[in-house]
């Protein structure tokens, strides 16, 4: 009877060391491998605290996420490559900007960034390694970033209002929402 008692929570245990054993194995990978998300391009941060919007229907839709990678050949054998994640959406009626939150596991972060785009790209992996070995580690450190990290956006109009928030959608995977 002892022995059912503690298999729960040696699962537990061994789930755990299982995932912190995964994890530092991408971070000591090397030194070049990226598991941070990387913002390629550079809209403008707003404090969101201040001076509420409006809020009009529908949200922000047609959403679709998509996947790119660059590998560029280095001397040695080697190559460094990216992988880089990109949300595109729909225009949206009048429309002068739209504004992007950051969707953590531990919530949603205070800071908007906005920008005059339909699409969104970041850097979500990359690595320097053996060219044999192809695209190292690349699902691995897309996978923690589909559980850690996500975005939503809303388009800005005129007159202090903004649309509802769209759909919350994963760094790193490749969706398609109606």
């Known amino acids: 009877m002892n022995r059912k008692i503690l298999w729960l929570p040696l699962q537990c245990l061994r789930l755990i060391v299982l995932f912190a054993v995964i994890f530092g194995l991408i971070l000591s990978v090397d030194e070049?491998?990226?598991i941070a998300a990387q913002q390629v391009t550079k809209p403008t941060s707003i404090d969101i605290t201040s001076n509420q919007p409006e809020l009009v229907q529908p949200p922000v839709t047609g959403l679709v996420s998509t996947l790119s990678d660059e590998v560029e050949e280095l001397p040695a054998e080697l190559?460094?490559?990216?992988?880089?994640?990109?949300?595109?959406?729909?225009?949206?009626?009048?429309?002068?900007?739209?504004?992007?939150q950051a969707v953590l596991m531990e919530g949603k972060s205070p800071k908007l960034q906005r920008q005059s785009d339909r699409c969104f790209r970041i850097q979500a992996a990359s690595n320097e390694n053996q060219k044999s070995q192809g695209l190292l580690n690349r699902e691995l450190i897309l996978l923690m970033h589909k559980?850690?990290?996500?975005?939503r956006v809303r388009a800005v109009l005129d007159d202090n209002r903004v649309s509802e928030w769209s759909q919350v959608m994963a760094v790193g995977a490749t969706t398609v929402s109606q």
């Open 32 to 34: 070049s491998s990226s």
């Open 79 to 100: 190559i460094r490559w990216s992988t880089y994640w990109q949300l595109c959406w729909e225009p949206y009626p009048e429309a002068q900007e739209y504004e992007l």
């Open 147 to 151: 559980i850690q990290l996500g975005y």
